[in-house]
């Protein structure tokens, strides 16, 4: 008799996992911090780390101050979310730490008083230019333009 390959069960997964909570986008990281850094700060500070990579500038190879942490657990995710997202590192240049579930937005700050709508912009005025913008008057935690999804504009 012929033998038969026998299939058990679907090919091994390949490229980027699914998302299950444990990965965690970090934002407003210190300019020189690399891959190594960042997952020294999430072990100290934190927990267990399975990977951890600061995005880096393909033509200039330095770190762009942003990065991927994926934790070991999905509670030690959580406590990194409460506990560093706002945090201000030393060395950091002042700027408080953006942490958040990889794929979710970033959430505006609540209205405590500080926000202000500002309408009849110009069509090419994106959030950068609006926080440069609003950033002459004082310091902008948050800046977003509204762009209507059907149109893009």
Not at 16 to 37: H, I, V, Y
Not at 83 to 90: A, Q
Not at 106 to 115: E, F, Q, S, V, Y
């Amino acid at each position: 008799g012929a033998a038969r390959a026998v299939s058990s069960g679907p090919p091994p997964h390949r490229g980027p996992r699914p998302n299950d909570g444990r990965q965690l986008f970090f934002g407003a990281l210190p300019q020189e911090m690399g891959s190594e850094d960042l997952r020294a700060l999430c072990e100290e500070r934190i927990g267990g780390v399975a990977y951890a990579a600061v995005f880096t500038d393909r033509e200039t190879g330095r770190p762009k101050g942003a990065g991927k942490v994926e934790f070991e657990t999905l509670e030690l995710a959580e406590r990194a979310i409460s506990e560093l997202d706002g945090h201000t590192l030393e060395g950091g240049g002042g700027r408080p730490l953006a942490v958040r579930r990889m794929g979710e937005e970033r959430t505006p700050p609540k209205a405590d008083g500080r926000t202000v709508f500002v309408g009849g912009l110009s069509w090419d005025v994106g959030s950068e230019d609006l926080k440069t913008f609003a950033g002459e008057v004082g310091e902008v935690s948050y800046a977003s333009v509204f762009i209507d999804k059907e149109t893009g504009k």
